[in-house]
């Protein structure tokens, strides 16, 4: 059952870097944001750090709620093998494309249209669980529906995009997009 760490050690390492699929929740002072995301966009740099390559999407709670409260949770989950659930439970930071961080983290991800923000999360504390009713569920591919959308657009459409739809969260925080 359930077990808590204090950092990501090297089996949880392995079990998240199998993962096609994790998720993200923050919550600012409105809204609970709960995100699922892909695309080879997430790299371990060491036992209590974790970056991901955020996408342009539909909104942009993540960013708008690490403003406010930088707390956030990733949570993995088995749908194949072993049951397995881990959570890491942490503070992040959102670096955008005129950050100096960009330019440090930008070179560990593929090059993908539509990159946004790159999050920045110092894991406090990795939480286990057996994910025993979690169903089976076959990987098949990688949905390229984001890229070409993003490709057609160009990144002068996307900057716009960005300013359109996401500037503000749904209860109208700023995110900090850089535009």
Same mark, same amino acid.
């Given at each position: 059952?359930?077990?808590?760490?204090?950092?990501?050690?090297?089996?949880?390492?392995?079990?998240?870097?199998?993962?096609?699929?994790?998720?993200?929740?923050?919550?600012?002072?409105?809204?609970? =944001? *709960?995100?699922?995301? /892909?695309?080879? !966009?997430?790299?371990? @740099?060491?036992?209590?750090?974790?970056?991901? $390559? =955020? *996408?342009?999407?539909? /909104?942009?709670? !993540?960013?708008?709620? @690490?403003?406010?409260?930088?707390?956030?949770? $990733?949570?993995?989950?088995?749908?194949?093998?072993?049951?397995?659930?881990?959570?890491?439970?942490?503070?992040?930071?959102?670096?955008?494309?005129?950050?100096?961080?960009?330019?440090?983290?930008?070179?560990?991800?593929?090059?993908?249209?539509?990159?946004?923000?790159?999050?920045?999360?110092?894991?406090?504390?990795?939480?286990?669980?057996?994910?025993?009713?979690?169903?089976?569920?076959?990987?098949?591919?990688?949905?390229?529906?984001?890229?070409?959308?993003?490709?057609?657009?160009?990144?002068?459409?996307?900057?716009?995009?960005?300013?359109?739809?996401?500037?503000?969260?749904?209860?109208?925080?700023?995110?900090?997009?850089?535009?």
């Amino acid at each position: 059952m359930g077990k808590q760490f204090v950092s990501i050690d090297s089996a949880t390492q392995v079990f998240i870097e199998n993962q096609k699929l994790f998720f993200v929740a923050t919550a600012g002072s409105g809204k609970v =944001n *709960l995100s699922p995301k /892909g695309m080879d !966009t997430l790299r371990i @740099l060491d036992s209590n750090r974790v970056v991901w $390559l =955020n *996408l342009t999407g539909s /909104g942009n709670e !993540t960013a708008a709620h @690490l403003l406010e409260y930088n707390r956030i949770t $990733l949570m993995f989950c088995a749908f194949e093998g072993k049951p397995n659930i881990i959570r890491l439970y942490g503070k992040a930071n959102v670096y955008h494309h005129n950050d100096p961080q960009w330019n440090e983290l930008i070179h560990l991800f593929p090059k993908l249209p539509g990159s946004r923000q790159i999050i920045d999360v110092q894991v406090e504390l990795v939480q286990s669980s057996c994910g025993m009713s979690v169903p089976f569920m076959a990987y098949q591919a990688e949905r390229e529906d984001l890229k070409h959308w993003t490709e057609k657009q160009g990144e002068d459409r996307i900057r716009e995009y960005w300013e359109r739809k996401n500037a503000v969260s749904l209860d109208g925080k700023p995110s900090g997009i850089s535009l």
